[in-house]
């Protein structure tokens, strides 16, 4: 059974930095290196965000619009862990953030519906 775990939220000033990482379990290596690994996010009273996707496969990745240049998604394979490195947070990054798999559509999605394993969430909170 597939399982992803966040690590990495907490609280940062305006301009700050953080790291979020998410550890997948369950996967086969064949299936892990053809799998789509992303993040979202979700603020009170919003709907759940899609802001970066990663293919396991070739490291290709996708931003939104929102972070794109500020955040940057990695992986490592050996330790079967993506990363999201947030730089320049403002207040509106602040929300819980996902760590989301898929392995049956593309990379370039943000659909929440595309992605059917999800982790627990991490909270990132930025105060000015």
């Known amino acids: 059974q597939v399982r992803l775990v966040e690590s990495g939220g907490g609280s940062v000033q305006v301009g700050g930095s953080l790291r979020l990482s998410c550890t997948a379990s369950?996967?086969?290596?064949?299936?892990?290196?053809?799998?789509?690994l992303g993040w979202f996010r979700q603020a009170p009273g919003k709907e759940r965000e899609g802001i970066a996707t990663?293919?396991?496969?070739?490291?290709?990745?996708y931003y939104a619009d929102s972070v794109l240049g500020r955040f940057t998604i990695s992986q490592d394979n050996a330790k079967w862990t993506i990363y999201l490195q947030m730089n320049s947070l403002k207040p509106e990054d602040s929300a819980m953030y996902y760590c989301?798999?898929?392995?049956?559509?593309?990379?370039?999605?943000?659909?929440?519906?595309?992605?059917?394993?999800w982790g627990q969430g991490t909270q990132v909170t930025v105060s000015s």
């Open positions: 989301a798999a898929t392995s049956v559509v593309s990379c370039r999605t943000f659909r929440e519906a595309d992605f059917g394993f």
């Open positions: 990663i293919y396991t496969g070739g490291g290709i990745t």
């Open positions: 369950g996967y086969t290596y064949s299936t892990y290196s053809r799998t789509c």
